[in-house]
Every structure is written in structure tokens, then in C-alpha cells.
């Protein structure tokens, strides 16, 4: 099907950049492709990344030819409480678990609070917690650009079809390649927002105070990967560590994807820092942290195996833990040319709170 313009010419689909590949940024695309056409709405993706999912991140072993062994370093598995998964968010729990990207999560969680045994259904992803934000990015059909950082957003006026000038945005990466849009949506963390070069800055002013009274926690996450025939000798698949001042999470990431042991690759084991860990050790050399927490981990899992490979990352914004007041979905910065932030800090830092940021931008945007 094409599209006219009122005087009879072929419509130029409208322009929109999405800046960020995480959860967020996936469901805005996937719902505003269902909402208007490609021959309507052109939408291209932004990740500084090598690959989608932002705080769902997983980093699969690279030894592993037949991809099987990986681990979550970011976000672990989705607690959906009734009010979400039976009411707002059904059709996209529905969505997940039909093509099973989702599926219910059978482990042992040792150390979940007792309100959440009761009140929560847990699933997990069995590829990958990442697997979510391809979903949507696929079904979104747009042009996603990786290891593409954007540095500065611009508004200026460029002269229209019809020959009067119109507002767009001229958007540059770190690698001063620029291109025009029309809209811009901004779903990295807020910090790195208030980061942007260029003109947005003007329209950031009236509500910096409420941004940069938004805060994170940080914290490290190591994945350990084990030989072939290895084993970790628990009985859980998930422990939070309580009272601990060094660990916070462990996880043995391939139960997640076998719902026990696997045969044919050897196990993975997540490992999160504690709040006070990571400020006491930010700065601390990351080779050094790695071991740090390994041997944090041995005092728990005293026969925990020899890994062969390990991957450490540093999360300098690993959850919101102070929202942008109001909690409003999604902040409006500029209506013309439209230009959005959104993402859980304006909602709640899990995966409901970034499904609502991405209705709240599909709610408001239109052409």
C-alpha cells in the first residue's frame, strides 16, 4: 500500500531516531511500527553497543560454537505481579511466552523475600534475557545502527517540500557522522542524557533540577564460564545474599536454561556486587575486582570450579533508586520537533516499569 499526499505526491515517511536498544527503546519501536506504517514512520535505532539490550545484557562464551553457554550480566529474570501480568502488560507477557522467549522460571530462588514468593510469578528467558529486546526489535522492522554513540542533538531549520521552513533535528555520533529527523526519542539513563552536546541543552534547562535529582545504583557484575563436566555443587538456581557486604546476587545462569546441569557445555555462574562493594571499589582495577569477587563467591561455594573464561562489567547505572518526580511515563522536552525521554526512571526500574515508559511514548507520539 502507498501513501498520497494531499496534493497527489508519494508522502516522505516521517523520520524518528530512538536513541538506546534497551528494553525501552525495543518496546517504543515495536509499538510504533504497529501504530503507523514504514510507508508513515521511518524508525532508526542508535546503540553505543555491539548488540541489543542494554541492562538485559547477556554475554554468551565465546568458545562455544554451538552457543549454549552464557550469562546475564545485566538483568536476571521478570517478576510480574498479577496487577501487570494478568491486566496491563497480558498481551505482552502473552506475546513473550507464546513465541517463547519467555517462559515460567522453575528454580530455586534462595533468599527471595517472603512478600514476593507469594505475590510474584517469576519467568525466565531461556536464550538470553537479551532475547526480550530483540523480540521487539525485530518486530519493529527498523534500521538499527550499532557501536553507533550519540554525542550531540541539534534543533535547527531546514526549508520543507512545500517551501516553508520546518524544525528538525540534526543528530552526531561520536564519529561526527550527522544525520536529520524529525522526532528523537532518548531512552538512555539520565545521566548520560544530561551528557548530550548541542542545542538540547536549552530545552533540558527548565527541568534540570528534576533530572539530576534522579539516581542510580551501581554495582559490578562478573560471569564466570566452566569446562565441560563441571559442576556447581547448590541446590539453587538463584541466591540473594543477605546481610553480605561484598555480594548481593548469585546466579548459576545455565540452570536458567535447562532447568538443571547441562550435558554438553559446561555450567555459568553470575556474580553481583553489593551497593557498598562497588563504592568502595569503583575505581579499583577491573582484573582485580574480578577476583575480588570470586573469592567473595569460594566463601559460599567453597568447590566452586577453576573457571576458564570470565567477563566483568561495570554497571554505573545498574537501577533507579530515585525517579524523576511524578513518575510521568515519559518527559516531553520539545513538542515541535518532538523530542522524548523516557525509560524506568520515569516509571519504576523493572521490566513493567519500562513496558509503561514505552506506552507513555506510543500514547504520545503521533504525526
Not at 559490578?220 to 565441560?228: C, E, K, R
Not at 545474599?241 to 536454561?257: E, H, Q, W, Y
Not at 562497588?278 to 566463601?299: G, M, Y
Request: net charge neutral; charged share 25%.
Amino acid at each position: 500500500m502507498s501513501f498520497m499526499s494531499e496534493k497527489g505526491e508519494m508522502a516522505v515517511p516521517h523520520r524518528l531516531l530512538i536513541v538506546g536498544a534497551g528494553l525501552t527503546g525495543s518496546v517504543s519501536a515495536a509499538l510504533l511500527r504497529r501504530k503507523f506504517p514504514k510507508e508513515l514512520l521511518d524508525i532508526t535505532v542508535w546503540e553505543k553497543s555491539r548488540g541489543a539490550g542494554g541492562r538485559m545484557n547477556t554475554n554468551r562464551f565465546p568458545g562455544d560454537s554451538k552457543g549454549l553457554s552464557s550469562v546475564d550480566l545485566g538483568a536476571q529474570y521478570i517478576s510480574a505481579t498479577s496487577e501487570y501480568y494478568l491486566k496491563s502488560h497480558d498481551r505482552f507477557y502473552q506475546e513473550l511466552l507464546s513465541a517463547k522467549v519467555l517462559v515460567p522460571f522453575k528454580g530455586i530462588i534462595e533468599g527471595e523475600k517472603e512478600a514476593a514468593k507469594h505475590n510474584f510469578t517469576n519467568f525466565v528467558a531461556p536464550s538470553g534475557i537479551n532475547s526480550i529486546v530483540k523480540h521487539f526489535l525485530h518486530s519493529s522492522e527498523s534500521k538499527v545502527s550499532y557501536e553507533t554513540h550519540c554525542n550531540v542533538i541539534d534543533c535547527c531549520e531546514k526549508p520543507g517540500h512545500d517551501g516553508r521552513s520546518r524544525k528538525v533535528w540534526q543528530v552526531t555520533d561520536l564519529k561526527d557522522n550527522t544525520e536529520e529527523f524529525e522526532s528523537v526519542i532518548i531512552t538512555i539513563p539520565v545521566p548520560q542524557l544530561l551528557g548530550l552536546k548541542g542545542s538540547i541543552q536549552d530545552f533540558i534547562e527548565s527541568k534540570r533540577l528534576s533530572l539530576e535529582n534522579v539516581e542510580y545504583s551501581s554495582r559490578f557484575a562478573v560471569g564466570l564460564y566452566f569446562d565441560v563436566g563441571s559442576k556447581i555443587n547448590v541446590a539453587w538456581t538463584c541466591k540473594y545474599v543477605i546481610g553480605d557486604p561484598n555480594l548481593a546476587f548469585l546466579s548459576v545462569d545455565t540452570r536458567k536454561r535447562f532447568n538443571k546441569d547441562p550435558t554438553d557445555t559446561g555450567s555459568s555462574l553470575l556474580i553481583h556486587s553489593s551497593k557498598s562493594f562497588s563504592l568502595k571499589h569503583w575505581d579499583t582495577d577491573q582484573e582485580a575486582v574480578r577476583n575480588l569477587l570470586i573469592s567473595h563467591a569460594r566463601e559460599l561455594i567453597p568447590d566452586l570450579p577453576h573457571p576458564i573464561d570470565s567477563r566483568c562489567l561495570r554497571w554505573r547505572y545498574s537501577q533507579v533508586v530515585r525517579r524523576f518526580e511524578g513518575a510521568p511515563g515519559c518527559l516531553i522536552l520539545s513538542s515541535s520537533p518532538l523530542l522524548i525521554a523516557c525509560g524506568d526512571a520515569f516509571t519504576h526500574t523493572n521490566f513493567d516499569g519500562c513496558i509503561s515508559s514505552a506506552q507513555s511514548v506510543a500514547k504520545t507520539f503521533s504525526l
